[in-house]
């Protein structure tokens, strides 16, 4: 078996980390950053699960194969939100073109 | 060669490693159809927000940020609990296994239970989009559209907890049969990859649908 065991302390630590970025996350969104609201409090989600992803799932320490599957995954979220996102946000400076 | 009784080795397979590798890259190709699907409801969710931004704002603060925080907190305690469930059943102790399931099946009742009192509030609040939804002032439409989206996303998520309940109750009778051993635990260990994933999920729901302009 090519199981590794992560330390049940590298767990707890993960998981205080988790809880202090939702406090943050709560923290950050009373304040007025305009656009940067958004910004932050995805990032701040991105890390969270990225900190889940490596190390609650154990993908830090899987084969290389399982790192190709979770890449493909996060890519063609990204090919879905991106290439949707690049027609409404510039539909506007279209529209002032015709305008 | 290990016995299949303690192993659960497959005939197909050539040997306990190859079937435990199958298994999690199994498991992972289910897991990126569900990014695909709720990756559907999150990138429809971008384009409503981005049109109707003033509406998803006033919509948000009707939901109650305690209960939200809180239901984060309680998942990310039965992701811990899960993984100490896996670790327990790698290290061959059932006994810490059968408990850590059962912990991590109490938060998850837990989540739902807050979810419950949510979706309750927001049945007497008349927030449930339908003949009866009531929203003061002249943005209705886009709450409309907001709470429709809030139902469907969260709605989907609960299913999936209440999907993963029952694969921990399944769990831990198999447990309690000692069907799992230092040597052979993957039903555990994917079963945790689907119950992190659900955890995801809510770690992305939570600021998108509480934390909309809560500034002003």
């Known amino acids: 078996m090519n199981q590794h065991l992560c330390s049940p302390k590298l767990y707890l630590a993960i998981f205080a980390g988790l809880l202090v970025l939702t406090g943050v996350t709560v923290i950050v969104a009373f304040f007025n950053l305009g656009p940067f609201n958004m910004v932050v409090a995805m990032s701040i989600a991105v890390v969270k699960a990225t900190l889940v992803v490596l190390f609650f799932m154990h993908v830090r320490y899987s084969e290389h194969l399982i790192w190709v599957f979770v890449g493909a995954g996060v890519l063609w979220l990204g090919i879905l939100l991106l290439l949707l996102m690049s027609d409404y946000l510039t539909r506007a400076w279209l529209a002032g073109l015709a305008g | ?216």
């Not at chain 2, 399931?101 to 989540?111: K, N, Q």
């Not at chain 2, 769990?171 to 659900?198: C, D, M």
């Open chain 2, 1 to 216: 060669m290990s016995h299949p009784q303690t192993t659960g080795l497959a005939h197909q397979f050539d040997d306990v490693t190859q079937q435990r590798s199958a298994a999690l890259l199994g498991m992972w190709v289910f897991l990126l159809t569900e990014i695909m699907m709720f990756g559907g409801l999150f990138a429809g969710y971008t384009v409503y927000r981005w049109s109707y931004l003033p509406g998803f704002a006033e919509a948000s603060r009707h939901l109650n940020i305690g209960w939200g925080a809180l239901n984060t907190a309680v998942l990310i305690g039965s992701s811990l609990t899960m993984a100490l469930a896996v670790h327990a059943a790698q290290r061959g102790r059932r006994k810490f296994l059968i408990g850590w399931l059962l912990v991590t099946m109490l938060f998850g009742a837990t989540f739902l239970g807050v979810k419950a009192v949510e979706y309750t509030h927001k049945y007497h609040e008349h927030l449930i989009p339908g003949p009866g939804f009531q929203f003061p002032g002249d943005l209705w439409q886009q709450a409309y559209v907001f709470f429709s989206f809030y139902f469907a996303m969260t709605g989907l998520h609960a299913f999936h907890m209440v999907v993963g309940l029952g694969i921990l109750a399944w769990l831990v009778v198999q447990a309690w049969r000692g069907k799992f051993s230092a040597a052979y635990n993957t039903p555990v260990e994917i079963s945790g990859l689907y119950w992190h994933f659900v955890d995801i999920i809510w770690i992305f729901l939570f600021p998108l649908l509480y934390l909309i302009e809560r500034h002003h």
